[in-house]
């Protein structure tokens, strides 16, 4: 049989680009609840911050109706200065505490992100760029920790302030207060009009940021083979296309966001002349339409306070391209923080220690929008039994073993380990019970015995000693230039293909798994290195069920029954010596690797 549909939907992270800003900043709270407390503490400081400044206007309105006495005066530069210091004071309080309660929800933004990326699905996690996700948790916070740091505590007092001045305002006089809301109101339309703008703009900055880091990481970690191929001209040029990518990008946010800095200035000085002209005519001219009753006292006063209802909203014209960036970088990373997690976190099967039976009934897998690559699979292999499985490139072997270890989801049919469906085991207990051994192992910027103490933190020095010398490479260790603490330098660089095996069998071995899944490397190891990796195996392997994704005819030779895996389908299963002697794939894979 041979499945064609339904192949999975196109995985990838959430995608929260439909969300209006409200709620986003409501999605962002609720993912980091530390955001919301004490926020009546944090409105009543922003609040006392924004009216400390309106009150020096009003004194100097009270000092010159009061015909400009010296103890009316005195008195108005007494609460003048009282009310400065208090604003100030309020100021301070809210920096701090705004800053530090962004800082630890960006902390645990960066953190939830990192485990989220560790949680996501198999399918998810190929179809997302690494690069992508380091940005997301790296610029892209940084984005919004710049946001908070330059303008963000300001925002907040300059709305308070805003809002203050508008009130007082319109106590003072509502004739002139009018026209300067509904100048304030068509700038705000406007700006948010070109608010949506510029967001598109900078979603398209932030994707190419991140293009651009990917782009810079990978001439960094792939500098060797650019220097051993001499292809740096052509990564060079990939640079400069990131590169100029990014900077057009950039420039295109520039256009509107230089229209609304304008359009914020005409608004602006609008208003403050009508307040001026007005005032003054209306001073002049009791009789001219609805006159106020104004003071003169009451009329500067109006100067100052338009001039204090103006500066917060000039204020958050010019950050609007930052606040609109921070939204942006935060949109991202709650979209890697919202990512569905595949843990399966306690399954009811928990299995019963000891080499494990591997089953796999009528298994389809295909690869997220792709046709299946794995067709109708029907095998069983023994508790205990050490199974090769063989085939041409791309005939799905590595398939084979992603769907063991739930790196896949079976398309149709089942997969069992020790009788219970894989999808109910626990991830804890399959990452214990179940071990891959990839052809070049990751080994951590750290030192040996680090590195094989991963899977079992709490292993010490003597069991560290008691694998290495059960696998025979104490020896091995005692060369090594600081033997248990020599460092593998980033990624294990420091160390051959074939020692970075040794370390990964050594880590293997410690975890103590049931079932083994070795993909045999391709790359040539040095001989006495491939002798002490094929003795480490041949111990390692002994009493449990191991699966070789084997690439030489001596593991297939070695091992109990041969998998052959031809065009997605399991072609032929046997010994290697019943294999040789049938016409089919097996026997032209042997005349191939003779
Ligand atoms: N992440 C992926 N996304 C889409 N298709 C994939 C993916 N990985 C593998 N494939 C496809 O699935 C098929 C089986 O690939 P698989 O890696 O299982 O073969 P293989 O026998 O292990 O090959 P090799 O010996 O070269 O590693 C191939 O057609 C391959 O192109």
Not at 502 to 519: E, G, K
């Amino acid at each position: 049989m041979t499945v064609t549909a339904p192949s999975p939907a196109e995985p990838g992270l959430a995608d929260l680009g439909e969300r209006t800003p409200g709620a986003l900043v409501a999605l962002g709270v609720g993912v980091t609840p530390v955001l919301r407390s004490g926020l009546l503490l944090t409105a009543l400081l922003a609040l006392a911050a924004g009216t400390g400044r309106i009150v020096a206007p009003l004194t100097v309105q009270r000092a010159i109706d009061r015909g400009l006495e010296p103890a009316a005066v005195s008195h108005a530069l007494g609460v003048g200065a009282l009310a400065v210091v208090l604003a100030g004071l309020s100021s301070w309080a809210l920096n701090r505490r705004v800053q530090s309660r962004t800082e630890h929800a960006l902390a645990s933004l960066r953190r939830q992100g990192l485990a989220r990326a560790h949680a996501m699905s198999a399918a998810t996690a190929d179809h997302v760029r690494s690069t992508d996700v380091v940005a997301r948790l790296t610029s892209d916070v940084d984005t919004v920790t710049t946001f908070t740091q330059n303008g963000g505590v300001q925002m907040l007092t300059n709305l308070a302030q805003l809002a203050v001045a508008t009130a007082v305002m319109a106590v003072f006089c509502w004739q002139l207060t009018v026209p300067v809301v509904l100048l304030a109101v068509v700038l705000l339309v406007a700006m948010v009009r070109l608010q949506r703008v510029v967001a598109r703009r900078f979603v398209r900055v932030r994707t190419e940021v991140a293009a651009m880091q990917g782009v810079v990481a990978e001439a960094v970690i792939g500098a060797p083979v650019i220097r051993v191929t001499g292809t740096a001209a052509r990564t060079g040029r990939h640079l400069d296309d990131a590169l100029d990518r990014t900077r057009a990008a950039q420039l295109r946010t520039l256009v509107p966001l230089h229209g609304n800095t304008a359009l914020g200035e005409v608004a602006i000085s609008t208003m403050t002349v009508v307040v001026i002209l007005l005032g003054c005519a209306w001073t002049t001219h009791q009789d001219w339409g609805p006159a106020p009753d104004l003071t003169s006292g009451q009329l500067v006063a109006m100067v100052f306070l338009v001039t204090f209802f103006v500066r917060p909203l000039q204020f958050l014209v010019q950050s609007l391209g930052e606040a609109q960036n921070a939204l942006v970088g935060w949109r991202r990373v709650l979209e890697l923080v919202t990512t569905p997690s595949a843990v399966v976190e306690g399954g009811p099967g928990d299995l019963v220690d000891g080499p494990v039976a591997v089953e796999l009934e009528r298994v389809s897998a295909a690869y997220a929008g792709s046709p299946a690559v794995l067709h109708d699979v029907t095998v069983r292999i023994e508790p205990g039994e050490h199974v090769a499985v063989v085939g041409e490139s791309g005939s799905g072997k590595s398939t084979f073993a992603k769907l063991l270890t739930r790196r896949l989801e079976p398309l149709a049919g089942e997969v069992r380990l020790g009788g219970v469906p894989l999808g109910e085991l626990a991830d804890a207990s399959l990452a214990r019970r179940v071990v891959i051994v990839p052809q070049d192992p990751f080994l951590f910027d750290t030192t040996v015995g680090d590195n094989v103490t991963v899977g079992q933190p709490g292993a010490d020095e003597a069991a560290v000693r008691g694998v290495l010398d059960a696998l025979g490479l104490t020896a091995w260790v005692a060369d090594l230039p600081d033997g248990l603490a020599t460092r593998v330098g980033s990624r294990g660089d420091l160390l051959s293909v074939g020692e970075r095996q040794l370390v990964a069998l050594a880590r293997t071995a410690l975890v103590d798994p049931d079932l083994v899944i070795l993909d045999e490397a391709t790359s040539a190891v040095d001989p006495a290195t491939d002798v002490r990796v094929q003795e480490a195996l041949s111990v390692l392997t002994q009493g449990r069920t191991t699966i070789s994704i084997a690439h030489r005819m001596v593991t297939a030779e070695q091992a109990d029954r041969v998998l052959v895996f031809a065009d997605g389908r399991l072609a032929q299963s046997g010994h290697h010596r019943d294999l040789l002697g049938v016409a089919g794939p097996y026997a032209d894979l042997v005349a191939a690797w003779r």
